[in-house]
């Protein structure tokens, strides 16, 4: 349940009855949160707290479910499948891991994929290449379906509050275009070393808009941004109001739709 309270530990979390001692760490500290603020605020130890009642086997089958860990089946275009472990080779680590961005790595075009069946009421689409701006529209194809619309309705109110009260307020709190979307700060394991590197990472944002029937989704990522702006919230949310006003300045047919939803 999304109203649901956790405890975030005031930002730092000894993991309890592990073999070796594992901290998790949050950007900010936060006592006790909902999930919606866990989203919004995107609180590792929330997040971790929140895997382990929901528990390994669920949290892959929906992994899988939304095409993460598959090669995206695309059209005369070659689609990384990214990496997600088979449940098989899941340790007690996994289940503290994955749900924070850690022990998989996903590419840019299934995230894309998983938000617009987060957008659509939950059917994941075949994705399409078009040469150019203005190339004829076709059909999309729908693949499967992957979540409840109710569901994913109390998930898309939690992105909101993303924007209004969370991690993409700074940027997008001026904005009178209702959006939604969820950042992410990615550590990037350095192979030398064999652990998550303190200094090298992946900021990206995953955007959503208009939120009455949206139109179109962008995602935006930055590898190993400067380190002032190592923060999504500093980076790719930044990047994504600018890309988000060009489409609407752009797209005569969209900012009539985005207005009439403002009105």
């Excluded at 904005?175 to 350095?190: E, M």
């Excluded at 988000?244 to 005569?252: A, H």
């Amino acid at each position: 349940k999304f109203d649901d309270k956790y405890f975030c530990e005031k930002g730092k979390y000894k993991i309890p009855n592990l073999r070796k001692k594992r901290y998790i760490q949050d950007h900010d500290p936060h006592d006790t949160l909902t999930v919606n603020e866990i989203l919004a605020h995107s609180s590792n130890i929330g997040l971790v707290k929140i895997s382990n009642k929901i528990g390994m086997e669920n949290i892959f089958n929906t992994f899988k479910e939304f095409g993460f860990g598959q090669k995206p089946m695309i059209d005369n275009y070659f689609a990384a499948p990214g990496l997600m472990k088979d449940l098989s080779k899941w340790n007690e680590h996994s289940l503290i891991s994955i749900p924070i961005g850690q022990e998989l790595r996903v590419t840019n075009l299934q995230i894309a994929l998983a938000y617009s069946a987060i957008a659509n009421g939950g059917y994941l689409l075949k994705p399409k290449l078009f040469n150019q701006v203005g190339s004829k529209k076709e059909s999309s194809k729908i693949l499967r379906k992957v979540a409840k619309e109710s569901d994913l309705t109390k998930l898309v109110e939690s992105l909101k509050l993303v924007v209004s009260n969370g991690t993409a307020t700074q940027a997008l709190e001026n904005q009178s275009i209702c959006s939604y979307g969820k950042t992410g700060t990615a550590q990037v394991y350095d192979k030398q070393e064999m652990r998550y590197s303190d200094s090298l990472f992946i900021s990206t944002y995953a955007g959503v808009f208009p939120c009455d029937k949206p139109k179109l989704v962008c995602v935006v990522s930055f590898i190993n941004p400067e380190t002032d702006k190592k923060w999504a919230s500093q980076s790719a949310v930044p990047a994504f109001r600018e890309i988000l006003n060009r489409v609407i300045n752009r797209d005569q047919n969209l900012s009539m739709d985005i207005a009439h939803e403002i009105r």
